[in-house]
């Protein structure tokens, strides 16, 4: 008996089939629960609506498995969270992980790569040094140096803060979410071996999707030395014909990646063939991924991005860095099974002022810049010189520094004391200071923004204190310091009425 043989024998003694506990009825769209407001001066990690997901409904791998395993029109759509769950947790950690089951994503996505003495570890890049306080490449530490790393905040960076959480194993991950989810494995498949493996021993193979654009010849050769193996092909234009290719051994999902609607692989028909047979993955990360699909345009307007990938190009399985958002804006358009309809929902009496709709009173009265040049270019009003950006979609106030100012209008439905926010990022930490006057009362501030990881990773920071302001409208003015050092990025202001 060979040795792949064995394994294969060893996963049906060892139990690979999980156990099946309480969760939601399999094909139903699940609803968010347990969302509360989050308060303090901590920053709100992801958030894009008012209220944050402190539980989502739970479900079993059986669960997800039946519905992966169950293509065709109709069927609901899978999250897939990105690195876990980045923005509660360092990407790739245990934590990360917990956070995108507890978010409500059906398969958590996580990298793999292999250490010096051959043991799997979960780390996107070759090299542990974003991610980490150490350095050097993957391929050359020992799991035991490894080991004594610390992973940083979020996605990571010289600046991010060092946390308590340590670089898992592959047998780590999934020992965590063993019974809770599926997961993907990438960066994976040169050492498919290794990990095929690794599950076996741990009874997790059947929780697991292997993923590659590997020639077909390879990935079937793959496939065919154990029936259990599941397996996500990854189609790019380039490798389009491999849609055709697959004989013996069909993948059960194809991953399109497209940067125009004009490529073959996203082309209705071909979509609408992949479905009777496989599930539809697609990618809306950043640009480039799923054409101007994003996270950030359908945080703004699903249309625009969620809505159109599952309405128009037929996707059934999305994965995102805003899993929690995504879930909630799923369950609110399933209205047949009692959806909110309305997404993203604020609080009532809340309102939001975007950081591109500022005044239109001209330079030195609406607002005052080191420079006429709008530095981002045509993404907003760029004959003006605030400097306006595109990041992924979410169209922010950026190049800031210090000495700037600018102006905004906020028309207020009830009077009251108003908790006001800002959803910024930054990769810096600390990444700059500014102070905020409402009319001609007292300035409120210094805030000093908190980093986030990266100019793309926002999040909502709380500034302290609450504004009492009338009904109507009202100016408020936000003033650079000229003393600090100043490198992010504003989406949006937030007033959130504080009842009493």
């Known amino acids: 008996m060979s040795t792949r043989e064995l394994l294969v024998r060893r996963k049906w003694w060892g139990g690979a089939l999980a156990v099946v506990t309480a969760g939601v009825?399999?094909?139903?769209?699940?609803?968010?629960?347990?969302?509360?407001?989050?308060?303090?001066?901590?920053?709100?990690?992801?958030?894009?609506?008012?209220?944050?997901?402190?539980?989502?409904?739970?479900?079993?791998?059986?669960?997800?498995?039946?519905?992966?395993?169950?293509?065709?029109?109709?069927?609901?759509?899978?999250?897939?969270?990105?690195?876990?769950?980045?923005?509660?947790?360092?990407?790739?950690?245990?934590?990360?992980?917990?956070?995108?089951?507890?978010?409500?994503?059906?398969?958590?996505?996580?990298?793999?790569?292999?250490?010096?003495?051959?043991?799997?570890?979960?780390?996107?890049?070759s090299t542990v040094d974003r991610t980490t306080n150490g350095t050097g490449a993957v391929s050359e530490l020992t799991l035991a140096e490894v080991r004594r790393l610390r992973l940083r905040v979020g996605l990571g960076g010289d600046q991010a803060p060092l946390t308590d959480q340590r670089v898992p194993t592959l047998a780590e991950a999934m020992a965590t979410v063993r019974g809770r989810a599926m997961v993907n494995l990438d960066k994976a498949w040169d050492i498919r071996d290794e990990a095929y493996d690794v599950l076996v021993d741990s009874g997790t193979l059947d929780h697991v999707l292997f993923k590659s654009s590997a020639p077909v010849a390879e990935v079937e050769q793959f496939l065919a030395t154990d029936p259990e193996i599941l397996y996500v092909h990854v189609v790019k234009e380039e490798n389009a014909a491999d849609l055709d290719g697959f004989t013996d051994h069909q993948p059960e999902a194809y991953e399109l990646v497209f940067?125009?609607?004009?490529?073959?692989?996203?082309?209705?028909?071909?979509?609408?063939?992949?479905?009777?047979?496989?599930?539809?993955?697609?990618?809306?990360?950043?640009?480039?991924?799923?054409?101007?699909?994003?996270?950030?345009?359908?945080?703004?307007?699903?249309?625009?991005?969620?809505?159109?990938?599952?309405?128009?190009?037929?996707?059934?399985?999305?994965?995102?860095?805003?899993?929690?958002?995504?879930?909630?804006?799923?369950?609110?358009?399933?209205?047949?099974?009692?959806?909110?309809?309305?997404?993203?929902?604020?609080?009532k009496g809340s309102v939001r002022v975007q950081a591109e709709d500022y005044s239109p009173a001209g330079r030195g009265i609406g607002y005052h810049d080191l420079e006429d040049e709008n530095r981002g270019g045509t993404a907003g009003r760029q004959y003006e010189?605030?400097?306006?950006?595109?990041?992924?979609?979410?169209?922010?106030?950026?190049?800031?520094?210090?000495?700037?100012?600018?102006?905004?209008?906020?028309?207020?439905?009830?009077?009251?004391?108003?908790?006001?926010?800002?959803?910024?990022?930054?990769?810096?930490?600390?990444?700059?200071?500014?102070?905020i006057t409402f009319d001609d009362q007292p300035t409120t501030g210094p805030v000093d923004v908190v980093g986030t990881t990266s100019h793309d990773a926002f999040e909502l920071q709380e500034i302290e204190g609450t504004q009492y302001l009338r009904r109507g409208a009202h100016e408020f003015e936000v003033r650079?310091?000229?003393?600090?050092?100043?490198?992010?990025?504003?989406?949006?202001?937030?007033?959130d009425r504080v009842k009493h």
């Open 259 to 347: 940067d125009r609607l004009t490529e073959p692989q996203i082309q209705p028909a071909v979509v609408a063939a992949l479905r009777e047979r496989a599930r539809v993955w697609v990618n809306t990360l950043w640009y480039g991924l799923a054409a101007g699909y994003t996270d950030e345009s359908s945080l703004r307007d699903p249309a625009q991005g969620w809505g159109a990938v599952v309405d128009r190009h037929q996707a059934d399985m999305i994965q995102t860095d805003n899993p929690e958002q995504l879930v909630s804006w799923l369950a609110s358009r399933d209205r047949e099974h009692g959806g909110r309809g309305e997404w993203p929902s604020l609080p």
């Open 385 to 435: 010189g605030v400097d306006i950006c595109d990041n992924n979609a979410a169209i922010v106030m950026c190049w800031i520094r210090g000495g700037e100012w600018v102006t905004y209008t906020v028309e207020v439905p009830k009077s009251g004391n108003y908790r006001v926010s800002a959803r910024m990022s930054s990769p810096y930490f600390p990444a700059g200071r500014f102070s």
């Open 25 to 125: 009825v399999v094909g139903v769209a699940p609803t968010v629960a347990g969302a509360r407001a989050t308060a303090g001066t901590t920053p709100i990690a992801g958030s894009a609506l008012a209220q944050t997901v402190e539980s989502a409904p739970t479900h079993t791998v059986a669960q997800v498995r039946k519905q992966f395993l169950q293509p065709g029109p109709g069927v609901g759509v899978l999250v897939v969270a990105h690195r876990g769950h980045w923005r509660a947790a360092p990407e790739n950690s245990l934590k990360a992980i917990r956070s995108a089951v507890r978010a409500g994503a059906h398969v958590v996505e996580i990298d793999v790569r292999r250490t010096a003495d051959g043991h799997l570890v979960l780390m996107h890049d």
């Open 480 to 495: 650079m310091h000229e003393d600090a050092h100043q490198n992010f990025n504003i989406d949006y202001f937030q007033f």
